[in-house]
């Protein structure tokens, strides 16, 4: 039998105690030898990112899996820093940038809208494909793998209703990761 994939799941939430999306998200991921679970507004609330703690975690795991909500069409301040900072020339791209090639990137964001916000003729004007475009050509930068990401369309009004459904998703994520 094959060894599961050694998975690297960076949550990035600044108000983690209040998503109750995430949480619920997080609780299969924790069950897992495989995954190990690394909460960046924990470990970095003052934002300065030990760069070289961060690419050593990357070259341990074959799979990056980005946990966040979606703010302002895009990710978190401290993810977008971590980005910045830990995918740099030389490690993740440009000349000598091999660290990642082939690894496997996969983001799983909540967001406070429903699906039906993310069309060209509603909310938002574009779908989530074209939403999350930039973490798509970040993968290609460093030559990974862009895997279909898993977004849990989530509103406060919703939350019991929608509990059992948004668990499925993540839950069978982690078997085929």
């Known amino acids: 039998m094959s060894q599961p994939a050694k998975v690297l799941l960076l949550y990035a939430h600044p108000e983690s105690q209040d998503s109750v ?3 619920v998200l997080l609780k299969p991921a924790i069950q897992h030898n495989n995954v190990t679970v690394h909460d960046l507004y924990a470990r970095y609330p003052d934002f300065f990112i030990d760069t070289p703690y961060e690419q050593a975690l990357l070259r341990e795991h074959d799979v990056i899996v980005f946990q966040h909500p979606l703010y302002t069409y895009s990710c978190p301040a401290l993810l977008k820093e971590w980005l910045d900072r830990v995918l740099s020339r030389g490690f993740a791209s440009g ?6 090639v082939g690894k496997y990137w996969r983001s799983v964001i909540t967001t406070g809208e429903p699906e039906s916000a993310y069309r060209y003729d509603a909310l938002n004007r574009y779908p989530m494909s074209d939403v999350l475009r930039p973490f798509e050509l970040t993968a290609a930068m460093c030559r990974m793998h862009w895997m279909p990401p898993i977004i849990v369309y989530w509103r406060a009004a919703s939350r019991r209703r929608r509990w059992p ?4 998703p993540m839950a069978s994520g982690w078997r085929i990761l």
């Open 165 to 168: 459904v948004m668990r499925k």
């Open 21 to 23: 999306a995430n949480r």
């Open 95 to 100: 000349p000598g940038g091999n660290q990642l």
